[in-house]
């Protein structure tokens, strides 16, 4: 549920704060958004299965190296993808419609807080499947209390540019602070590119 509200909020307040012209170029971009984010969401819905495998075994190892493999397959998919859309966002809102070329830089900023959410990797559903839900569901409500927050602030200031910036940050924070309790608990660097120490997991 608090997924679907963070997923949804900006545009339930662009609504009430902006124009409706804002809320069609928002609900565009976040749609272009989460289509690219559906190479996460492919990539987690293999993995998640077989991180509740790996912890039960207590195979900290082989969890570390899925973890990364995961991080590392989910940024070979989407940074091409990515590339697109912060280089050339005008391409990709055409398809839309003129109208929506305005949206350039509310797709860019969009665009970084995703690749922000794809440095990070499957650590949401590490945490998931391996008993830290109650964690996962306190992150997500600090982000949707972040996000609902930074919309009602910037909104009125930069209108959907505010909204854009607010959901980017919101987004960042979550998976921040997840992929940072996944090192505190298990020692596993979800940034592939980066060494890793010997994991450890929970007793």
């Not at 499947?129 to 209390?145: D, I, K, P, V």
């Amino acid at each position: 549920l608090m997924g679907v509200l963070t997923h949804w909020l900006p545009v339930l307040l662009l609504g009430v704060l902006a124009t409706s012209a804002e809320v069609g170029v928002f609900a565009i971009a976040l749609r272009v958004i989460t289509l690219a984010g559906f190479v996460l969401m492919a990539v987690n819905v293999m993995a998640a299965p077989q991180f509740a495998e790996l912890y039960h075994q207590r195979e900290a190892g082989h969890l570390a190296r899925l973890v990364r493999h995961a991080s590392k397959l989910t940024k070979l998919l989407a940074i091409p993808l990515l590339i697109v859309l912060l280089a050339v966002p005008h391409l990709v809102l055409r398809l839309f419609g003129e109208g929506f070329v305005e949206g350039v830089t509310v797709l860019r900023v969009m665009a970084v807080g995703y690749a922000i959410n794809l440095v990070t990797g499957s650590v949401g559903t590490l945490l998931v499947m391996s008993g830290h839900e109650r964690t996962m569901q306190y992150l997500t409500l600090l982000a949707t209390g972040v996000l609902a927050v930074g919309c009602l602030v910037l909104i009125p200031a930069l209108g959907v540019l505010g909204a854009a910036v607010a959901a980017s940050v919101a987004m960042a924070l979550q998976n921040g602070l997840a992929a940072w309790w996944v090192w505190r608990v298990f020692r596993i660097n979800p940034l592939f590119f980066l060494p890793t120490p010997e994991p450890s997991l929970p007793d």
